[in-house]
């Protein structure tokens, strides 16, 4: 990843419904979900849901696959990952870091 996709990623996400989407995309894990089964999640609009899907999926977060009728919305954790480990490849000077279920720790 390069700063100007991490730019990308990190802005779709600086906005508490897109982060609301994500976050229950990640949750949703590889089925994904329909929009309407996260408007009914999150109680919001269907043209507001559509909008925010968008720039998700623009940002690479998020991807999109149509199913006979349906749109079915992931998570793309490749990109999440990728994400992670820009904001994390040079922490503690280059110091190895260990992951815990809570947080890094590069034992600064």
């Known amino acids: 990843m390069n700063e100007e996709d991490a730019v990308r990623s990190l802005a779709a996400l600086a906005q508490a419904l897109r982060l609301r989407l994500f976050r229950a995309l990640v949750v949703a894990g590889p089925g994904g979900l329909t929009p309407s089964v996260l408007a009914d999640q999150l109680n919001v609009a269907g043209n507001t849901l559509s909008f925010h899907l968008k720039e998700l999926t ?3 977060l998020v991807t999109q696959e149509r199913q006979g009728r349906n749109l079915i ?3 793309s954790f490749s990109t999440m990952n990728e994400l992670l480990s820009y904001l994390t490849e040079n922490c503690c ?3 190895a870091c260990s992951t815990t279920a809570l947080s890094l720790d ?3």
Do not use: K, V
């Open 58 to 60: 623009h940002s690479g």
């Open 73 to 75: 919305y992931r998570a």
């Open 93 to 95: 000077e280059g110091a």
């Open 106 to 108: 590069c034992g600064c």
